[in-house]
Structures are given as structure tokens and as C-alpha cells.
């Protein structure tokens, strides 16, 4: 596949000696949104955070369009300009206000002018609902507004690709839905992304391919309508099964 | 109590009060940017800095300011290593005041929670850029009223400083009262002279830990 822009060959990381991905290759296209999905401790969450280097692998390569990113240590935070990542836990620079949260990596990692950032910013803002936060501190919004300013600030930073770490597992259930339809319209306007998720209906709404991963391996690779509704191999179907309960209450 | 000697010799104090505050401000100044250094060169593991700096606050916080001060005026010139009195002063304060700072300074970046730094990091800041804007205005939030203890830590130490025959507050009272006797009134000009350059300083320390906590930092508990 030559239009992939990440191409994941073979890696593996273990961590003391425990195999978290025994032997992973994933290739992403433009515009496409791959949708990881597994029990958890499967090596998703480590798969997201190899790609972006947050974690050294052990072997394999990984390149973003002709850039080997692999192995990369001095040039590491050129290479992050281009993956935007988004974590469950937000992680918004408490000490400052929402705008500067969203300029810090325009301004001094991309070096654009502050005033071209801070329209664009705003306007994105807008977008997500929260242009009336913009100057205010991080500890003043929910969860789910601040979840929505990371994505703005990550997407600020017009990365290649985005990756996003269960961005919803932290928040109530009603506010699940206003983070993930930003999610939704980020993938209408053609970002290509990598989501590692616990939200089902969500993973079939949104993914263009669903991969499910299970002991650090790619256990099966299909469409969403196919994966949700007919999985090939028993292991997605009994993974599957444990998202739906049985009434109580015999007829 | 001899009023009028008090009035009369406030002058003397007033000189003790310059110097004990001169070379204090002073080794407090020096030592926040040695401790700086040295708990950089750990924070990023840089390699035999690191050592050297763990030896060093070692050395320095477990030894008395007593001892380096001598070492530094009596040892060092037997090697031919000579510096004024002024110079150890400022030397013997630094070396024990960065050492404590750069403990101060270490305390507050481990209270930073490690998913800041890989934030950061995700947005494309150099590990340079990420400490100054990310994790270091959070960690001195946090560390200022470790920091604001060593000032005033510092600035007492200066007492011993007569030791190398300067005119701080302590010599100043010292010699008043071998030369005139009048034990209590030098004592009670000396403990005043000191509360009055430090106790600012307290007040100080108190309005700027409640500034940072009131500016929205500290935002951790909100996961």
C-alpha cells in the first residue's frame, strides 16, 4: 500500500520481559479513521503511544509518509508536530488559560505570528462550543469542555494525524457525546485518525476500519458494519458479547 | 532599659543590617541559580552533571555553613587558594543555600504529574521549551514555599559570617556588648534588627503562595 501516510511494520515492546505488542503492522490512508478496539490491556493504548515515540520499540520500523520515525531520538519533537495526540485524562496546562493552552504549540514549537494563531484558535473554539472559555483557567470547565479543548489544541497544531487515547473514559456518560461528535465532525472534514475506544456504538459510527487487537496481536481487521454485526474470528465475537447483557427478566 | 543607648547606637545596627542583608540577598540569589543547575542537570539526567550534583547537595547539606566557611577561609588559602572575606561569605552561602534550593526546586517537579510533560511533548515543544513553559511554572507553584523557608534560612545563616570578621548584625551586637557590657539592650536591638529584615520576607512569602494558588494553579485533583 504506497497512499499510506503511517506505516506500522512488525513492532514490538515489551515491558519487563511482558509482550505488549508481540509483532504489529498497520498501515493508515488519508482521510482514514482505524478505530483500535480489544479488552483492555491488550497493547492498544501502548500501540498509540509507540507511534508517537512516548514509547521506544523494541524492533519494527514505523514511518509517517517517507520519514522513518522509528528510532528517532534528537528530531523526536518534529516528528510529534505532526501526530496530534489526545489523552483520557486531558492533561491542559492548568497554569494557563485556555487560549494560551491552545498557542503554546503554534507559537513556540511552529513559530507562528501570535495574532494569525489566536483567530484561528478562536475560531475553532467556536466550532467545539467553547469560544466563550477562551480566556479562562483550565480548572473552571467539565470534563467534557476540557477534553474538547485538547482536541483543539491538538488539532491546532495541523498535525498529519491524530491519535486519540480513550479520550472519553474519564467522563460522565452525558458528556460522552459532546466530545465524541467533535470526533465526528473531525473525521467528516477528512482528519485521518487512530482511536482507541470503549465506545461501541461510537467505534461503528465513526470507523472506516475497525482493528481489534488482543495480547499484543491484530486478532482481526474489518469494516465496521462487519466487525460489529458478522466478526470472522471467535475471539472478536466473544469480545463482543461482553458489551451485551442478558435480561433478568424471564418472559 | 537604656533608651538612649538604643537611639545612640542604631546607627551600628543600621551597618549590620546592610551587610547581613547584602550578602544574604546575595547568596540567595546565587544559590536559587545554582540550584537551578543542579536540579536541571538531574531532572534531564545529563550524565556525570548528574553525579556531581547529588554528591554535591550531599556534601553541602551535611556539613555545617560552620565548617565550609572555615574550610573556604583557613583550608583553602594552605593550599594557596585564596579569597577575601567577602568572597567566602558569598561562596560559603551559595554553596550551602544551592543545595537546599536545588532540593526545593526537585520537590516541586516531582509534583508535576508526568502526563503534563507528555503533553507537552505531543504538541511538538523541545525538551527545552517543555520545562519552561509546561513543567516549570508549575513545579515553582509548588516549590515557592520551600524556597521562600530557604531564604529566610539563608539570611539567618549569615550570623555566622563574624567568624570571617565582617560587620553583620551579629559582629555589630558582639562587639557592642564586650566593648560596653550592656548585654540586654544589644541582645534586644539584635533579635529586633533580625525580625525586621525578616519578617517582611515572611509576609511576603504568604502573599505570593496565595497568589499562585488563587491564579488556577494546583488544577491536579480533577481528573
Known amino acids: ?251 | 532599659m537604656d533608651w538612649s543607648f538604643i537611639l545612640a547606637h542604631i546607627p551600628d545596627y543600621l551597618g549590620g543590617a546592610w551587610v547581613t542583608l547584602g550578602f544574604g540577598l546575595c547568596g540567595v540569589l546565587c544559590s536559587l541559580a545554582l540550584g537551578l543547575l543542579c536540579c536541571l542537570a538531574r531532572y534531564f539526567r545529563v550524565p556525570v552533571l548528574r553525579q556531581a550534583a547529588a554528591c554535591y547537595i550531599e556534601l553541602a547539606r551535611n556539613t555545617p555553613l560552620l565548617v565550609q566557611l572555615f574550610f573556604l577561609y583557613a583550608g583553602l588559602p594552605r593550599v594557596g587558594v585564596l579569597f577575601s572575606a567577602e568572597a567566602c561569605a558569598v561562596i560559603g552561602l551559595t554553596f550551602l543555600g544551592g543545595a537546599y534550593m536545588a532540593e526545593a526546586f526537585r520537590s516541586g517537579l516531582e509534583a508535576v504529574e508526568p502526563s503534563q510533560a507528555e503533553a507537552g511533548a505531543c504538541i511538538g515543544l523541545t525538551p527545552a521549551q517543555n520545562i519552561r513553559y509546561v513543567i516549570f511554572p508549575q513545579a515553582l507553584a509548588t516549590a515557592v514555599p520551600a524556597i521562600f523557608a530557604n531564604v529566610i534560612f539563608l539570611i539567618k545563616e549569615t550570623s555566622v559570617f563574624s567568624v570571617l570578621a565582617l560587620m553583620d548584625l551579629m559582629n555589630v551586637a558582639d562587639t557592642l556588648r564586650t566593648s560596653g557590657g550592656r548585654t540586654v539592650e544589644v541582645l534586644f536591638m539584635l533579635v529586633a534588627a533580625y525580625l525586621l529584615i525578616l519578617l517582611p520576607i515572611s509576609v511576603l512569602a504568604t502573599v505570593v503562595e496565595r497568589r499562585l494558588r488563587y491564579a488556577g494553579f494546583g488544577d491536579q485533583h480533577s481528573v
Open chain 1, 1 to 251: 500500500m504506497t497512499d499510506a501516510i503511517l506505516r506500522v511494520q512488525d513492532i514490538r515492546k515489551s515491558f519487563d520481559g511482558n509482550g505488549v505488542l508481540q509483532g504489529v503492522s498497520l498501515d493508515i490512508r488519508e482521510g482514514e479513521v482505524v478505530v483500535i478496539v480489544g479488552p483492555s490491556g491488550c497493547g492498544k493504548s501502548t500501540l498509540l503511544r509507540c507511534i508517537n515515540g512516548l514509547e521506544a520499540i523494541d524492533s519494527g520500523e514505523i514511518w509517517l509518509r517517507d520519514e522513518k520515525i522509528s528510532g528517532q531520538t534528537k528530531n523526536l519533537h518534529l516528528v510529534r508536530q505532526k501526530i496530534g495526540m489526545v489523552f483520557q485524562s486531558y492533561d491542559l496546562f492548568p497554569h494557563m488559560k485556555v487560549m494560551d493552552n491552545l498557542l503554546l504549540g503554534p507559537t513556540k514549537a511552529l513559530n507562528r505570528p501570535r495574532q494569525e494563531a489566536e483567530a484561528e484558535a478562536l475560531e475553532m473554539l467556536d466550532r467545539v462550543g467553547l469560544k466563550e472559555k477562551a480566556y479562562v483557567f483550565p480548572r473552571t470547565l467539565s470534563g467534557g469542555q476540557k477534553q474538547r479543548v485538547a482536541l483543539v489544541r491538538a488539532m491546532l497544531m495541523k498535525p498529519e494525524i491524530l491519535l486519540l487515547d480513550e479520550i472519553t473514559a474519564a467522563l460522565d456518560p452525558e458528556m460522552v457525546s459532546e466530545v465524541l461528535n467533535v470526533v465526528i465532525d473531525l473525521a467528516n472534514s477528512g482528519m485521518t485518525m487512530a482511536i482507541v475506544t470503549h465506545e461501541m456504538r461510537f467505534a461503528e459510527a465513526v470507523a472506516d476500519r475497525v482493528v481489534f487487537i488482543e495480547d499484543g496481536l491484530i486478532v482481526e481487521e474489518a469494516p465496521p458494519e462487519v466487525f460489529f454485526h458478522a466478526p470472522s474470528t471467535e475471539r472478536a465475537q466473544r469480545f463482543l458479547q461482553s458489551f451485551t447483557y442478558t435480561s433478568r427478566r424471564r418472559p
